[in-house]
């Protein structure tokens, strides 16, 4: 097959990403505005967003940064903590909140809130199954006796099984999947489960964290695993499943504050987050299954529409910056100051 030259796509969404508040907020939305309609906004900030009014204050903010000229909505997510009223699922629901985030309490950035069993937060479940809100589940255990390659695994087996048996009908996304346990999972389960992948763990396996020394720029979490992994993520990211779709976790950190000691997790890919994706489907010869991972999948899932408009991406070289503001610092996207070969008009 002759790879074509130019792409056009319905415009595609970003079901997970991380914008922060305030000025570094400012400085990163107009990125993911720019290529996405649409954005599952992740809610962990600090203090985290709980409550539906705290999420409709943020959505303001959020939508107050887009560019003129942009559409970009954003779709937003509460932190469910062990204390969540059972009241919070209506009131999330009547304010346009489409999902519920799980973060294990201490598994990533600010999840010190989180939820440090679930059983506590059953009647909250029972709501969102109840009124069909997603529930977003960063699925790694937090046990620190677990190594940290085999948290998602674990997390599949010890909580999310038991999780689907108590709440069969309760929609759950299996956030930035890592492992081929996790593809296997997703790809066998029913409709109810949906799962996103990033641009990061399609494209590189946990070599890449030391290529040449220690590269903090690509440490996220879930951490990237052996190669194995990163090819049965591809296999099912291309094979046409409508359970996988696009899901960036996009997650703007200082330079300074990866570049450190006890750097933070998170790859910064918005200002080239489709064209991330379109090498790695490239890579597979899979460029033809690209669009409906990135622009039908999700809103299926969710039960939105589809967007109607278009975007295109070229085959053309360019350097992704190496360096972008950032509120009153910098950062560093993923891949910057090297050469992509896909670029969006
Ligand atoms: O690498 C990550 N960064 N993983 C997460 O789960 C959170 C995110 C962030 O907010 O920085
Ligand atoms: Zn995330």
């Known amino acids: 097959m002759t790879t074509p030259t130019q792409l056009t796509l319905t415009r595609p969404d970003d079901w997970h990403l991380h914008l922060r508040d305030g000025a570094a907020m400012a400085s990163v939305v107009p990125a993911t505005a720019q290529q996405f309609a649409r954005a599952i906004v992740m809610p962990n900030l600090h203090p985290p967003v709980t409550t539906a009014e705290q999420a409709v204050a ?62 506590k937060t059953h009647k909250v479940l029972e709501a969102m199954q109840r009124e069909g809100l997603v529930f977003c589940v960063h699925g790694e255990v937090t046990d620190s006796e677990v190594d940290v390659f085999d948290r998602e695994k674990a997390f599949i087996d010890d909580k999310l099984i038991p999780l689907r048996r108590d709440f069969p009908e309760l929609k759950v996304a299996f956030e930035h999947i890592t492992t081929k346990e996790a593809a296997q999972y997703v790809s066998e389960a029913d409709h109810f489960v949906g799962a996103t992948i990033t641009p990061q763990h399609l494209l590189y396996n946990r070599n890449a964290i030391f290529m040449g020394g220690v590269r903090p720029h ?128």
């Open 58 to 119: 943020y959505r303001d903010r959020i939508r107050a940064a887009v560019p003129a000229g942009l559409k970009f909505e954003p779709l937003m997510v509460l932190y469910l903590t062990d204390n969540t009223p059972v009241d919070e699922v209506k009131r999330a629901k009547d304010a346009g909140v489409v999902a519920f985030k799980l973060y294990p309490a201490g598994a990533t950035t600010n999840s010190d809130a989180g939820v440090t069993d679930l059983r």
């Open 218 to 345: 690509y440490y996220c979490l879930p951490i990237l695993k052996r190669e194995e992994h990163r090819v049965a993520l591809v296999k099912a990211a291309t094979s046409g499943d409508p359970k996988f779709f696009l899901g960036t976790d996009s997650a703007p950190h200082a330079s300074h504050l990866k570049e450190h000691a006890s750097g933070c997790a998170g790859c910064y890919t918005a200002p080239c987050a489709i064209e991330l994706y379109a090498e790695a489907f490239e890579a597979a010869g899979a460029l033809d299954k690209l669009e409906a991972f990135a622009s039908f999948h999700g809103p299926d899932y969710y039960g939105l529409p589809r967007n109607t408009d278009a975007i295109t991406l070229v085959r053309e070289d360019w350097v992704v910056p190496e360096e972008l503001p950032f509120g009153e610092t910098v950062i560093k996207p993923l891949r910057g100051g090297e050469t992509l070969r896909w670029k969006m008009r």
